[in-house]
């Protein structure tokens, strides 16, 4: 079993004041996770889906999203990416606060979405089946390597509304606002330390470090401070993290808002959620900031997870 570093601990435990939700997050952080599917309904039906798989796994549909699903039998090393139907297209294999950020920012058929840091393809083929494969998807990577599982996933999920680029954040938004394209949506699903991903890598707790996190932040404000250049006069971005980090949460946040005339949303997810911060380490935050969200393990069984949603305003 891997152990947090004492910094990390601490710094949660501010996080999380009360004894007892401290307790149950150093608990659940060393449970291995459920396993979860997202139905694509490009290719099939929940209903279809299910039927299906019942035939050979036990799963259930706790949420309101039917597409979502879990797969409650044990299964053997590779059992999930090796069946019929993932080959086809019909699920993938995607953690539940994963399938969030869409289901906030919502997508709809016939808009335009720029999903900046798309690889894997997890939330690229999730907008893809919530727009009907109409509209626009621009799905940009920097990493030729992820390009590749990108477009895999892509070309496996039946996604065909899509424009995948392998280039630098800043240098895309560069050459789009050269040609005057805006988007009604932008995700931003940033790289982040991935706090909240312990549960599925353990090794997080190795490679983590304060210096890290600081870093990230500033790379997180430019990515985020470029994208805004090209979203729509009334366009939402939604900003997500896998992380619990304030610096590269809600003070990532708060430099969009001292820099950029946005609103913050709310956001109504079918799981428990806590408000953003107002304050961290004697840094004040906008009031706004309740109105983001904080997923974290222990109150619904998933990884951790940060979500804001905001509106350029007219």
Request: glycine share 4%.
């Amino acid at each position: 079993m891997i152990e947090p570093k004492p910094l990390f601990i601490e710094r949660i435990s501010k996080l999380l004041p009360d004894k007892k939700d401290f307790a149950k997050f150093l608990k659940i952080i060393h449970i291995p996770l459920q396993i979860t599917i997202r139905c694509n309904t490009l290719k099939i039906s929940p209903e279809k889906l299910k039927k299906r798989l019942e035939k050979k796994w036990k799963l259930s549909q706790p949420y309101p999203q039917k597409e979502i699903m879990v797969i409650q039998s044990k299964l053997e090393p590779g059992e999930l990416g090796k069946s019929i139907e993932h080959l086809l297209g019909y699920y993938y294999v995607q953690e539940i606060s994963s399938m969030k950020p869409m289901l906030a920012l919502k997508p709809k058929p016939h808009e335009s979405l720029l999903d900046l840091c798309a690889s894997p393809g997890s939330k690229t083929t999730q907008a893809a089946a919530l727009m009907n494969n109409t509209g626009f998807i621009l799905a940009n990577d920097k990493s030729l390597g992820r390009i590749i599982i990108l477009n895999s996933n892509l070309e496996r999920c039946g996604v065909t509304n899509q424009l995948v680029t392998c280039e630098d954040g800043k240098k895309l938004v560069k050459r789009l606002e050269k040609k005057k394209m805006k988007f009604d949506k932008i995700l931003l699903d940033v790289p982040c330390s991935g706090e909240g991903n312990c549960r599925s890598n353990p090794k997080t707790f190795l490679i983590w470090n304060i210096k890290m996190i600081k870093k990230l932040s500033n790379i997180q404000k430019r990515l985020a401070g470029n994208a805004i250049k090209v979203l729509k006069s009334g366009g939402e971005l939604l900003y997500s993290t896998c992380t619990h980090a304030p610096e590269e949460n809600e003070e990532v946040v708060q430099y969009l808002l001292d820099n950029f005339n946005l609103e913050i949303l709310p956001i109504e997810l079918p799981l428990k959620t806590r408000p953003g911060l107002e304050s961290w380490n004697n840094k004040k935050f906008s009031p706004e900031m309740n109105k983001a969200v904080r997923i974290y393990p222990q109150d619904n069984n998933t990884e951790g997870f940060f979500l804001c949603k905001m509106r350029l305003k007219e």
